[in-house]
């Protein structure tokens, strides 16, 4: 057994159910290792020579060159660095600290594994398994409490994936709020560099937990409010445009924990004071992470005030923000399809009958997302191909997912639950345009009934839906 977690389960006092279970407290894989090599259990931390020969070993693996979502979503999961430079005084629910003085990989030994990754047939890749990306290869982190970012490497690193055609999303995992807060000047290159370079739809996760000063104080957390702010601020200034694929390029993203010591029921209270002041200034966070703390040593979370928290967030802050960040009539490209009439993807839905191009426009509910992180869910009121893409016009906002429709729809083969799909056409509106396409086709069997879509919303006295521009194509 092991992993990072085992080293502070035995400070806190945990015992192992057998007497003869080894617990890992450093290294895992390079302690597993030692013990095939030398049939002797050992703490052990890789080396750069463990780390650059397993990565590449995994990037040719049949787990990559043979897995099913190979040619579709799967994402391949970079890791630059082990550890966090707050080893010293980290955050106390987390086990990254744990890992001591952080050990960076070599430039040259990312950019190797990913180009095996891409040669095994992998197009998705996200930069992750690090704390923070502005710390990559940071400056003083045995030396100083908010270590000096370094652009130079993390920006070889992107440029330099970049330059690989293969490669279709780039994305990246965390950011450190207070490190961009306190070092400004140098997280700007970093950050125009990852605007640059990423895929739209980029997010950086950042890790509040608390906007508690008591709370911020009793778990050494690593940043306050105030470093919040400015680091969303920051984000926001450099990473609102839009893409190609119709996403803002570089968001922000944020984690709160429930339970922590020191929290009281104004805890809560507090993190929703910050939630709208972040609003009222008009910043876009792509989504908001609640969670509650685990492990030993914490305090029981009030179940009643974290549920109405949790209420008010999904409410108040996460659809007002849907709205800004897909508005209506939005644009969005390469929508891949996973399921349907169910948002959670089953083997049925590997079936012919869900594969094949007869479905499409039928009854029934399609979900898809974008590829890349923490996509939004898009459901669309009609069947389609799974295992296909498409583009669509976004037509209303949930709390957590978005509803759209196809673009560039045929005003003479698309169907009728396609049509009520569009705002501003209903039921009977679009069986009127069925029933005047049926009557012209009967009178002409190999011409178009209409050769542009305004004719169709002409002859049957319809008023032409917003968007229309986007949603149909042109037919003849």
């Known amino acids: 057994a092991g992993g990072w977690a085992i080293r502070?389960?035995?400070?806190?006092?945990?015992?192992?159910?057998?007497?003869?279970?080894?617990?890992?407290?450093?290294?895992?894989?390079?302690?597993?290792?030692?013990?095939?090599?030398?049939?002797?259990?050992?703490?052990?931390?890789?080396?750069?020579?463990?780390?650059?020969?397993?990565?590449?070993?995994?990037?040719?693996?049949?787990?990559?060159?043979?897995?099913?979502?190979?040619?579709?979503?799967?994402?391949?999961?970079?890791?630059?660095?082990?550890?966090?430079?707050?080893?010293?005084?980290?955050?106390?629910?987390?086990?990254?600290?744990?890992?001591?003085?952080?050990?960076d990989r070599p430039v040259r030994d990312v950019l190797a594994e990913v180009s095996a990754a891409l040669d095994s047939g992998v197009r998705h890749v996200r930069l992750g398994g690090m704390t923070d990306v502005y710390t990559y290869m940071a400056e003083g982190v045995t030396e100083l409490e908010y270590p000096i970012p370094n652009p130079e490497p993390i920006s070889e690193i992107l440029f330099g994936l970049r330059q690989d055609e293969r490669l279709e999303t780039l994305h990246v995992d965390n950011g450190n709020p207070s490190i961009i807060a306190e070092n400004l000047s140098e997280a700007t290159e970093i950050t125009k560099a990852m605007v640059e370079t990423l895929s739209d739809g980029a997010i950086l996760s950042f890790g509040l937990e608390s906007a508690d000063p008591t709370v911020h104080a009793e778990n050494w957390l690593n940043c306050d409010s105030a470093q919040l702010k400015t680091a969303i601020r920051h984000i926001n200034d450099y990473g609102r445009e839009r893409g190609s694929r119709g996403l803002p390029k570089l968001l922000p993203g944020l984690n709160f924990i429930a339970g922590l010591n020191g929290e009281t029921i104004a805890t809560y209270s507090l993190n929703r004071k910050l939630l709208r002041e972040l609003r009222d200034e008009g910043l876009w966070l792509r989504r908001i992470n609640?969670?509650?703390?685990?492990?030993?040593?914490?305090?029981?979370?009030?179940?009643?005030?974290?549920?109405?928290?949790?209420?008010?967030?999904?409410?108040?802050?996460?659809?007002?923000?849907?709205?800004?960040?897909?508005?209506?009539?939005?644009?969005?490209?390469?929508?891949?399809?996973?399921?349907?009439?169910?948002?959670?993807?089953?083997?049925?839905?590997l079936r012919d009958e869900h594969l094949s191009e007869d479905i499409r426009g039928r009854a029934g509910v399609t979900f898809g997302r974008q590829i890349g992180a923490y996509p939004i869910l898009i459901g669309v009121p009609y069947h389609i191909p799974l295992e296909t893409t498409s583009d669509i016009i976004v037509t209303g906002h949930g709390r957590r997912s978005i509803s759209g429709v196809e673009a560039g729809l045929d005003i003479n083969s698309c169907s009728q639950k396609q049509l009520e799909a569009i705002n501003g056409i209903g039921e009977k509106s679009a069986w009127k345009i069925i029933s005047a396409r049926a009557r012209g086709k009967n009178k002409s069997q190999t011409e178009p009934v209409w050769r542009h879509y305004e004719e169709a919303f002409a002859a049957t006295g319809i008023a032409l839906p917003e968007n229309a521009e986007v949603i149909f194509g042109v037919s003849a």
Do not use: M
Not at 9 to 33: E, I, K
Not at 308 to 332: A, Y
């Open 8 to 103: 502070g389960w035995r400070q806190a006092g945990w015992s192992p159910l057998r007497a003869n279970l080894f617990l890992t407290v450093q290294d895992t894989d390079a302690t597993l290792d030692h013990f095939l090599r030398h049939g002797q259990w050992k703490h052990q931390r890789r080396t750069t020579e463990q780390w650059r020969e397993w990565a590449h070993l995994g990037a040719t693996s049949k787990a990559v060159i043979e897995h099913p979502d190979i040619d579709g979503p799967l994402t391949y999961e970079v890791e630059l660095y082990q550890g966090c430079v707050r080893y010293k005084n980290g955050c106390k629910f987390c086990i990254e600290p744990k890992k001591g003085v952080p050990i």
């Open 290 to 349: 609640i969670r509650q703390v685990e492990g030993e040593g914490f305090q029981e979370i009030p179940r009643d005030e974290f549920k109405r928290f949790k209420t008010w967030v999904r409410d108040e802050i996460d659809e007002p923000l849907l709205s800004e960040l897909f508005p209506l009539g939005q644009r969005l490209s390469k929508v891949g399809w996973e399921s349907h009439d169910s948002r959670i993807r089953l083997p049925a839905h």
